[in-house]
């Protein structure tokens, strides 16, 4: 089946997770993407929390499947003449280099303008071009705190907190590859190529966009209702850690399940929305609370909404958190059992969709890894093993035009 980004050639010059997100999502959906990496050690991640002696880690097979690698050391003078020639026939380079690394490697954006008009230069950094900080070198947990992630997430007790998921890397690596497909289809309107910048603090912040209009109301108004610090609590003049309130105007929250004194994740997340009040007394067997004037609205029932979650747990106290959901939802109740990794791994209707996929590898043998998210009704994305280092070097030079023994002399002096 013909994939619609086939015949687009993407330079991968990215390393460990925000920018090789980007370009793995493009190579499912057809891209050639080719991976130039360092001789010798390649990206970071290959080496990084390994599982297995000599074989690629798992950071780096999750994030790199269907691309091929090339060895080329671009500070080298050959490195460079190769990187070159791979510039004038490509559609886009896509880089998350520490600020300036890029230049100092002779690559500013208006030599690679200059040496192939066409191609869209794709960068990830932690702060935007300009920003105050736009010096830094930036990870994930960085970007977290600096996009305004922190500050909200966590308890109010507790200090800022970091989540699991990958709001600074991947996140941002799906905002690139949302700028390389607009980029790639303006092209075709003026046939020029673009720069196209996506800084890590500002995909935090464009996740945490709720939080920006919680700030606002809380200067106008001095209170968050939908917090749990309303109404009994205190408010300051910045956005609270609001626990795991509901944050989009339905109250709800990470509920006890029978088995939760020794099980760290039997809970359901519970959302009181407020048409489903009447189905939720129905499942509870509260059906006097249907319309008690301390229950039958959201604003009566905030001032003692943790006493009803307290009910709602007693209600669970004798039921798993699958059975609960299965209960649950049949009353139309928004409600999810909170899943551990094992088994998300083994959840069937994941394995099915291509969500959750097992591939074969070379030196591995196979591993799970997350397949894409996005579904289509007229192409299937596979996702195939991430390459061995420098596993596609003499097919990607032969195919610039090398013969054997140019490649042979590459070799020699260790630029590929
Ligand atoms: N051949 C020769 N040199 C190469 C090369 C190659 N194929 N590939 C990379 N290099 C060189 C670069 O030229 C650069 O050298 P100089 O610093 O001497 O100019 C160096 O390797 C890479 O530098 P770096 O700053 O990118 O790497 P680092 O490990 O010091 O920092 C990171 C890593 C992620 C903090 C930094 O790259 C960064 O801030 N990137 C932007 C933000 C980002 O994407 N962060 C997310 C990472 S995922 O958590």
Same mark, same amino acid.
């Given at each position: ?16 997770? @925000? ?34 002696? !000599? ?9 790199? /499947? ?11 003078? #050959? ?47 932690? $702060? ?25 997430? &966590?308890?109010? %007790?507790?200090?800022?907190?970091? /989540? @699991? ?7 941002? &690596? ?39 209009? !919680? ?42 399940? +029978?088995?939760? #004194? ?7 997340? $519970? ?10 007394? +129905? ?8 319309? !008690? ?7 009566? =029932? ?6 009803? $979650? ?8 004798? +039921? ?28 069937? /209707? ?7 996929? #097992?591939?074969?590898?070379? +030196? ?26 420098? #596993? ?6 032969? &195919?610039?035009?090398?013969? =054997?023994? %140019?490649?042979? /002399? ?7």
């Amino acid at each position: 089946m013909s994939k619609p980004l086939e015949g687009i050639k993407i330079i991968d010059f990215t390393h460990v997770q @925000a920018g090789p997100a980007c370009t793995q999502l493009l190579a499912w959906f057809g891209a050639d993407v080719i991976k130039v990496e360092r001789p010798g050690s390649g990206d970071v991640t290959r080496n990084q929390l390994r599982d297995i002696p !000599d074989a690629d880690a798992l950071y780096f097979t999750m994030l790199n /499947s269907n691309k091929k690698s090339l060895t080329l050391d671009t500070k080298k003078p #050959e490195g460079k003449e190769v990187l070159e020639k791979l510039i004038r026939e490509s559609d886009v380079l896509v880089e998350n280099f520490g600020p300036g690394a890029l230049d100092r490697m002779g690559f500013s954006w208006e030599r690679l303008n200059e040496l192939n008009p066409k191609m869209i230069v794709a960068s990830v950094k932690g $702060f935007s071009d300009g920003h105050h900080y736009d010096d830094l070198k930036v990870y994930e947990n960085v970007a977290q705190c600096a996009g305004g992630a922190a500050s909200t997430t &966590g308890f109010w %007790d507790g200090p800022p907190t970091i /989540s @699991a998921a990958a709001l600074g890397d991947s996140n941002t &690596g799906m905002h690139l590859a949302i700028g390389i497909l607009t980029a790639l289809i303006g092209r075709d309107k003026t046939g020029k190529g673009q720069k196209v910048a996506v800084s890590m603090q500002d995909s935090v912040l464009n996740l945490c966009r709720v939080k920006l209009r !919680d700030q606002q109301r809380l200067e106008r108004v001095g209170y968050l209702e939908e917090y749990p610090q309303y109404p009994h609590g205190e408010f300051s003049d910045v956005v609270p850690r609001g626990g795991n309130a509901g944050g989009g105007g339905q109250p709800g929250w990470v509920l006890k399940c +029978k088995g939760w #004194e020794t099980d760290p994740n039997a809970y359901i997340y $519970f959302t009181i929305q407020g048409h489903a009040w009447e189905p939720i007394c +129905k499942a509870l067997g509260k059906p006097e609370w249907i319309d !008690d004037p301390a229950y039958k609205t959201a604003e009566a =029932r905030q001032p003692h909404i943790f006493e009803i $979650f307290g009910t709602i747990e007693a209600w669970l106290a004798d +039921k798993t958190k699958f059975e609960a959901v299965d209960i649950l939802r049949k009353f139309d109740i928004p409600c999810a059992p909170v899943l551990t990794m094992k088994e998300l791994a083994n959840d069937p /209707s994941l394995r099915a969709s291509g969500t959750i996929v #097992e591939v074969p590898h070379k +030196k591995r043998g196979s591993y799970l890894t997350v397949g894409s998210p996005i579904k289509f009704s007229d192409m299937k994305p596979e996702v195939t093993a991430s390459p061995l280092l420098g #596993e596609h070097t003499d097919e990607v030079l032969a &195919g610039l035009g090398y013969s =054997r023994q %140019d490649i042979f /002399s590459l070799r020699e002096i260790k630029a590929v």
